[in-house]
T-cell receptor, first 112, second 115 residues
């Protein structure tokens, strides 16, 4: 069975701190895709990234970076120099064989 | 110009009714999706669809059905509404085949309340 675990329910940091959101997944398949989404307090959903299981290169996009490690079945998300606008709920998701599972989300609060 | 729009934004209705939520995208994308977010913020993909293929999450009751009059629209029809259908429903679109979301653009969501 597939499963995504975001063990951190809530994280609070002060602006400019770095923060890492953890995502651990379970799947028996060798081909799968991993995603991160952001949901700000306004409620909309924002797609952040998609990675496939054959590409373990870390990804960096501005202050955002993602660390994919198959050995530990993790796809962690780091925000460098956090800002108040980063405050949101972040969801990790796993897709394979048309079955998509979401983690429960991590609520990040960045205080000024 | 809104990329993905949904109507209505809020929908309050009684149990047993049939309702529809409309979704339109002006991005020229091939594939559209419906997601459900329940009161505990849990997210679930319900459908992914293009003009050739519909992928249904097997956990979705058959009271829910997507209807696509054309490539730019994917409406969600719900029959015999139940209290547990209360949630926020998000429409999204992306390029590429259904079942493999690429960069997705989401609508603002429709909050459905069933009383």
């Amino acid at each position: 069975a597939q499963k995504v675990t975001q063990a951190q329910t809530e994280i609070s940091v002060v602006e400019k701190e770095d923060v890492t959101l953890d995502c651990v997944y379970e799947t028996r398949d060798t081909t799968y895709y991993l995603f991160w989404y952001k949901q700000p307090p306004s409620g909309e959903l924002v797609f952040l990234i998609r990675r496939n299981s054959f590409d373990e290169q870390n990804e960096i996009s501005g202050r955002y970076s993602w660390n994919f490690q198959k050995s530990t079945s993790s796809f962690n998300f780091t925000i460098t120099a956090s800002q108040v606008v980063d405050s949101a709920v972040y969801f990790c998701a796993l897709l394979n064989n048309n079955d998509m599972r979401f983690g429960a989300g991590t609520r990040l609060t960045v205080k000024p | 110009d809104t990329a993905v729009s949904q109507t209505p934004k809020y929908l309050v209705t009684q149990m047993g009714n049939d309702k529809s939520i409309k979704c339109e995208q002006n991005l020229g994308h091939d594939t559209m999706y419906w997601y459900k977010q329940d009161s505990k913020k849990f997210l679930k993909i319900m459908f992914s669809y293009n003009n050739k293929e519909l992928i249904i999450n097997e956990t979705v009751p058959n009271r829910f059905s997507p209807k696509s009059p054309d490539k730019a629209h994917l409406n969600l029809h719900i029959n015999s509404l139940e209290l547990g259908d209360s949630a926020v429903y998000f429409c999204a679109s992306s390029q590429g085949p259904p079942g493999l979301p690429g960069e997705q653009y989401f609508g603002p969501g429709t909050r459905l309340t069933v009383t």
